[in-house]
C-alpha cells in the first residue's frame, strides 16, 4: 500500500508561481509512474503531468507544456510539479497518483493510489 501527501499549494497570483510536493511512503517507490491531476470546481478530473519511475520520461497535459515541470527524487520518495505562469482557470485541486509499472498514462483510471489533494487557488 503506498501512502500519498500533497503539500504546496495556496494562493498565487495570476501569472505567479507554485511548486507542489507529494511524499510517498510504502511500497516501491522507484517502481512507480507518477502523475500529477487536477479537477476544478464543476469540472472533471484532468491529466496534468506525469513521470516514469527513472525520471527520464515525461509527459504533459496540452495546456501546461512549457508552464509547468515535473521531477522526482526517487532517494527522497518524492515527486514535485513547479507551476509557473499560472492562470485563474488553473484552479482546482491538485492531486497525486502513483501507478505499478513503467507506462505513462493520462488515464486516471490506470492509477492505483491517489493522495487527498492540495488546493490551488489562483486569483487576484
Known amino acids: 500500500q503506498v501512502h500519498l501527501v500533497e503539500s504546496g499549494g495556496g494562493l498565487v497570483q495570476p501569472g505567479g508561481s507554485l511548486r507542489l510536493s507529494c511524499a510517498a511512503s510504502?511500497?516501491?517507490?522507484?517502481?512507480?509512474?507518477m502523475g500529477w491531476f487536477r479537477r476544478g470546481p464543476g469540472k472533471e478530473r484532468e491529466f496534468v503531468s506525469a513521470?516514469?519511475?527513472?525520471?527520464?520520461?515525461?509527459r504533459y497535459a496540452d495546456s501546461v507544456k512549457g508552464r509547468f515541470t515535473i521531477s522526482r527524487d526517487n532517494a527522497e520518495n518524492a515527486v514535485y510539479l513547479q507551476m509557473t505562469s499560472l492562470k485563474p482557470e488553473e484552479t482546482a485541486v491538485y492531486y497525486c497518483?502513483?501507478?505499478?509499472?513503467?507506462?505513462?498514462?493520462?488515464?486516471?483510471?490506470?492509477?492505483?493510489?491517489w493522495g487527498q489533494g492540495t488546493q490551488v487557488t489562483v486569483s487576484s
Open positions: 497518483a502513483a501507478r505499478t509499472g513503467a507506462l505513462i498514462s493520462d488515464n486516471p483510471s490506470r492509477y492505483d493510489y
Open positions: 510504502g511500497g516501491t517507490f522507484n517502481t512507480y509512474t
Open positions: 513521470i516514469r519511475w527513472s525520471g527520464g520520461t515525461t
